[in-house]
């Protein structure tokens, strides 16, 4: 991002203050750090999904696990995440 403006988030289930903290960090950046801060985010969440995407398959491929047991799993994940 354009002025060397760093925002950091050392994990997923921050506290109230670092919430506020993150917050005024976000609101202190400009749009054009806005969407390059975006962009990243998205690069980033398109890998992730790639690279599940591969395991998955491989674990597919391999008869480790079937893609129902795959998808039951990662549904549960996710409702637990809710």
Request: net charge positive.
């Amino acid at each position: 991002m354009g002025k060397g403006k760093k925002i950091e988030v050392k994990e997923a289930g921050m506290n109230n203050h670092a919430a506020k903290a993150f917050e005024k960090q976000l609101k202190d950046l400009s749009g054009q750090e806005l969407k390059e801060l975006l962009l990243i985010s998205m690069y980033k969440q398109a890998m992730l999904r790639a690279q599940v995407e591969a395991l998955t398959n491989i674990v597919i491929r391999k008869k480790m696990a079937s893609f129902e047991e795959i998808w039951k799993e990662t549904h549960e994940n996710f409702k637990n995440t809710i």
